[in-house]
Nanobody, 126 residues
Framework: VQLVESGGGLVQPGGSLRLACAASGRSRSTMATGWFRQAPGKEREFVAAISPRGDKKAYSDPVKGRFTLSRDNANQVVYVQMNSLKVEDSAVYYC????????????????????WGQGTQVVVSS
């Protein structure tokens, strides 16, 4: 499976962006999809994840209530709508796919993901 992220860019604090993770080579219904981010000088951190069935979504505390996951099964795309962006949301955002777990799992651990995209840069600045 290949993952390609898009949608990053420069936005002012309080603004919004929608990131997309397009998958090819395998059905979304067989994989959990996670979003992670890494800011310069910091470790990679979990942002959000959706289970293979789409029935479970998990969000990290810093983004809960501001970020929303959705999935377009027909087009094999997972989106994360990011609202009320803050300077501290600036990072490279990566999507990742996990196989082999429960169809209801939305893993938070990066070690559970098998395939990663190249990342898309998000800069929140005035």
């Amino acid at each position: 499976v290949q993952l390609v992220e898009s949608g990053g860019g420069l936005v002012q604090p309080g603004g919004s962006l929608r990131l997309a993770c397009a998958a090819s080579g395998r059905s979304r219904s067989t994989m959990a999809t996670g979003w992670f981010r890494q800011a310069p000088g910091k470790e990679r951190e979990f942002v959000a994840a959706i289970s293979p069935r789409g029935d479970k979504k998990a969000y990290s505390d810093p983004v809960k209530g501001r970020f929303t996951l959705s999935r377009d099964n027909a087009n094999q795309v997972v989106y994360v709508q990011m609202n009320s962006l803050k300077v501290e949301d600036s990072a490279v955002y990566y999507c990742a796919a996990a196989f082999g777990g429960s169809v209801h799992d939305a893993p938070r651990e990066g070690s559970k993901y098998d395939t990663w995209g190249q990342g898309t840069q998000v800069v929140v600045s005035s």
